[in-house]
């Protein structure tokens, strides 16, 4: 299989996955369709009702492909019932999603399969316990359980348990609830977390009865000690234990997220442990609770069969992961080792190379066609890829020397192979070594639509294909279709193995031939197209002749979108010190922090307000402190602190940011570093540090960087207002800005006094301010920037004259900014000027005005921003969610 592993460096990990048909049925139509008829049941055994059996399977076939649907309930139907899925239900899942996860149950049981389904219900509990008056409390992400949240957790755990059972069985489905007696405990330590459990055995009997008896199992993740007491127990430790005990096909981790997201907010279709797992732990991304599910998942996959994967996947496609090729979540494997050889003799085997080359290829001469195919190797620079037991084998002969791209010349898969997914690793590797590849398949193979999804672009010539990746539009390619045009298929030469045993096919049997094209020989795991996979289900994801590169992001729309909860990626708490705590921004992020889920404030610095509390901030008392460099150097090398925030004027901060770094230098080893957000203008020119503009700047740079320094209030709305005509320039842009005088500080000064302002209106700083400079820096063009100061006390205002190089109406602009910063939460592109009162208490900017001279070529936008806010510590809360691993916008109030 081609993987989905771009060209850049990132993983995306490549997989198993075509290009799906988005199938999701509500549950209203999947209980309608599953409530045809009862099954009636005997006292070990479920005897089908035979039409709901198939109406079951023809809703899966509008999931999938017929071929996919059987092809995997007979793989899954291979085991004893009890092995075929352990499937992990967080709490979110039972309160946001119950039908849909409970519509996806009813589809597995109406076909026969029995999953094994354990329950948590966290934030349920972090509900009752609040309600309750018992603040949670964790340590080293464990819940400390005392004996007043066990007993809340007891009752939950039942009356959650109950609420699922209840539903399935609204349903058609019979469902056991077993709430004790499955897992033995130890005190995992009993000073430190209380009642919290150790699995120490699992007794598989109440399940094994249930499933015997025609009943899905129901379990909570509550565990006993051997002498009665409860225990609690962590759903995804219980998971783990029970897919030791039954080693099953697949372990299921159900996700509101869908998935594992890459750095470049990709979702990771499939991942191969074996061949993998190094390259992503050393991902910038690769942090938080991200690294820690991969971990883990590797530590349980270890000790199961290499027949077994976990899946992580939204309730709603369960079916789509279980029953297609093309999956829908994140699969995870241990994989198979890849090897590779450059030669026929770095094959040990040639026997058992021979074999693969002809398996399910039996014709006359197929023998005799490949002894010739590999003595036309021997004259050829090549690379193979296989897997130890050689389920999937790839032959890529390398570039001609008029040529830049190399040739899939056979690529043999079995049908384990496919399952497995060892085919989807294969050619991860291929695609990591050859930056371009051109292969030929048939035009009536049932996998076509996978092709088309893989490559960049696509010829057809009567019955066969040409498909292509990492060819640039040119002459090159343009010869290459010529070529194809011409000749078909045969433009290869003899350099294709397909080819050869078609054509020996052809000669051997009329018959044969019309046999396969018929398609008749879907079950078979190989047949004669240079790569198979799956059927042509209809319209494809790209044209049959698109010839065209696939393209990236149109340049008007949004190339940067936000990062939203699904992207989140931590669910700890991450600490905090704000180092000058008494500015106006300081006081906004405290207030801001106090009413965030995961930013914990644990030191605020202030040297004039030290030994005083902090108020406003309700989660716990904080005095302030006057931390010195020497008690930052200390907090950073203990691994106290998370999240350095530095709000001090400029050219102050300095010794700290050393200290941190001097600890950090000191303690390299410790996997989770902390980050520093500077509100300074100290290192906004330091290209080391990560500029913090979500909007302009890619989020992934911000989401993996350790030092980001806030933009300046006056610099986010200028960029913000002139970055999407930039490529539409036709001189220099003017921005007459205007803040209040909150934006001046709180040390007294005549730009906020009061008195002076009143009926005044206060230029400064005319050429040259530090801003202009720092617009000028990050847009790549020269800005003239004029600042003033006014009465109001908060929120700025730009007035910006931007000559273009080409007639443009008002239209067109404001239809190219509302492109540019679509689905951006705090970003508004009005019709008329934006308002300064308006604005102020907002966190967002407004973008309005687009009026365009009688000449066309010159428009001038008003932007207004609230200067402590969006200008600075709502910024700053949004690039310490994206470097913390949590949803950017997490904390922050909707714009209205």
């Not at 699969?331 to 094959?347: H, P, Q, W, Y």
């Not at 700053?876 to 994206?882: D, K, P, V």
Request: glycine share 8%; aromatic share 8%; charged share 25%.
């Amino acid at each position: 299989m081609l993987p989905v592993r771009a060209a850049r460096a990132a993983v995306r990990a490549g997989s198993r996955r075509v290009a799906p048909r988005v199938t999701r049925l509500s549950p209203a139509i999947a209980t309608n369709s599953l409530r045809t008829s009862r099954a009636a049941y005997s006292s070990t055994s479920r005897a089908y009702d035979s039409t709901t059996r198939a109406a079951v399977i023809q809703v899966l076939n509008n999931v999938g492909s017929k071929r996919e649907v059987q092809q995997y309930l007979s793989h899954f139907s291979s085991v004893s019932s009890q092995q075929f899925a352990v499937i992990k239900v967080g709490g979110a899942i039972l309160t946001e999603y119950l039908d849909e996860l409970c519509s996806s149950l009813s589809f597995l049981y109406h076909v026969g399969l029995y999953p094994i389904i354990v329950h948590g219900a966290g934030p349920q509990l972090n509900k009752l316990l609040e309600d309750a008056g018992v603040e949670p409390e964790f340590e080293e992400g464990i819940r400390i359980t005392d004996g007043k949240t066990l007993g809340i957790a007891r009752r939950l755990f039942l009356a959650e348990n109950l609420k699922l059972v209840q539903r399935l069985e609204e349903m058609g489905v019979r469902a056991r609830p077993i709430t004790s007696s499955v897992f033995t405990a130890d005190y995992l330590n009993k000073d430190k977390w209380k009642f919290v459990g150790k699995i120490t055995d699992v007794n598989k009997e109440p399940i094994q009865t249930a499933i015997e008896n025609g009943y899905l199992p129901i379990l909570t993740s509550m565990a006993e000690t051997r002498e009665g007491q409860v225990l609690n127990v962590n759903a995804d430790v219980a998971a783990g234990e029970l897919a030791r005990e039954f080693e099953p096909l697949k372990v299921v981790y159900l996700s509101e997220k869908g998935g594992l997201f890459d750095g470049n907010v990709q979702k990771i279709s499939a991942i191969n442990l074996d061949e993998e797992f190094e390259h992503i732990m050393s991902q910038p991304w690769c942090k938080f609770g991200t690294r820690l599910k991969i971990r883990e998942i590797k530590d349980l996959l270890e000790t199961l069969p290499r027949s077994s994967s976990v899946a992580i996947i939204h309730p709603g496609d369960l079916q789509k992961e279980l029953f297609t090729d093309s999956g829908a979540g994140t699969l995870i494997r241990r994989g198979d080792k890849l090897m590779t050889a450059e030669s026929v003799a770095d094959f040990s085997d040639l026997g058992k190379l021979k074999d693969v080359l002809v398996r399910d290829r039996e014709v006359r001469d197929a023998r005799a066609t490949v002894d010739r195919y590999l003595d036309f190797l021997q004259g050829r620079k090549f690379k193979a890829y296989f897997d130890e037991p050689m389920k999937a084998l790839a032959v890529v002969l390398n570039p001609a020397p008029d040529q830049t791209y190399a040739t899939l010349a056979t690529l043999t898969i079995t049908k384990s192979g496919w399952l497995t997914n060892v085919a989807d690793n294969l050619f991860a590797a291929i695609k990591k070594e050859y930056s371009s590849l051109v292969w030929t398949v048939k035009a009536d193979d049932e996998n076509l639509t996978w092709f088309f999804d893989k490559a960049d672009g696509s010829i057809v010539r009567g019955n066969d294909v040409m498909f292509w990746y990492g060819i640039e539009p040119g002459e090159e390619l343009n010869k290459l279709m010529r070529e194809f045009t011409l000749q078909g298929r045969a433009m290869l030469g003899e350099s294709n193995l397909e080819s050869r045993l078609h054509r020996a096919a052809q000669i051997a049997s009329e018959n044969l031939r019309a046999h396969f094209a018929s398609g008749s020989a879907a079950n078979q795991a190989r047949g004669y197209s240079t790569l198979a996979r799956r059927p042509v289900l209809g319209a494809t994801p790209k044209s049959a002749f698109s010839h065209m590169p696939r393209r990236g992001f149109a340049t008007e729309t949004n190339p940067n979108p936000p990062y939203g909860k699904k992207h989140a990626s931590n669910t700890q708490p991450s600490r905090v010190a704000l180092i000058g705590a008494r500015g106006y921004t300081g006081q906004n992020l405290i207030s801001l922090i106090n009413s965030h889920p995961n930013f914990e404030l644990r030191h605020v610095s202030s040297r004039e307000l030290e030994g005083k509390k902090l108020e406003g901030y309700t989660k716990k008392e904080i005095i302030y402190e006057n931390l010195s460099f020497d008690d930052v150097y200390e907090m950073e090398k203990n691994g106290k602190i998370d999240v350095w925030v530095m709000a001090l004027p400029n050219g102050v901060c300095k010794p700290f940011v050393d200290a941190v770094n001097k600890a950090k230098d000191e303690t390299s080893s410790r996997e989770d570093k902390s980050i520093i957000v500077d509100l300074s203008a100290d290192y906004r020119f330091d290209k080391s540090w990560t500029y913090g503009l979500p909007e302009l700047v890619k989020r992934s740079q911000i989401a993996q960087a350790t030092h980001i320094s806030n933009p300046g209030c006056y610099a986010t709305a200028a960029q913000l207002g002139i970055s999407p005509l930039v490529g539409h320039l036709g001189g220099q842009p003017t921005v007459f800005g205007v803040s209040g005088y909150s934006g001046a500080g709180t040390k007294p000064s005549p730009k906020n006094n009061v008195e002076n302002l009143t009926n005044n209106l206060i230029p400064y700083s005319l050429t040259d301010h530090v801003h202009e400079k720092e617009i000028s820096s990050q847009l790549g063009v020269d800005v003239g920037f004029i600042p003033h100061v006014a009465v109001w006390f908060q929120g700025i205002h730009h007035t910006i004259n931007i000559p273009l190089n080409k007639t443009m109406t008002s239209r067109d602009i404001r239809q190219m900014y509302q492109d540019r910063y679509a689905g951006e939460k705090l970003v508004k592109v009005v019709g008329e000027a934006p308002l300064v009162k308006a604005i102020s208490g907002k966190h967002g900017v407004e973008i309005g005005g687009f009026a365009v001279h009688s000449s066309g070529k010159r428009v001038v936008i008003c932007v207004t921003i609230d200067n402590l806010l969006k200008g600075a510590a709502t910024q700053c809360l949004q690039n310490m969610n994206l470097a913390r691993g949590y949803a950017e916008f997490e904390g922050i109030p909707p714009m209205n």
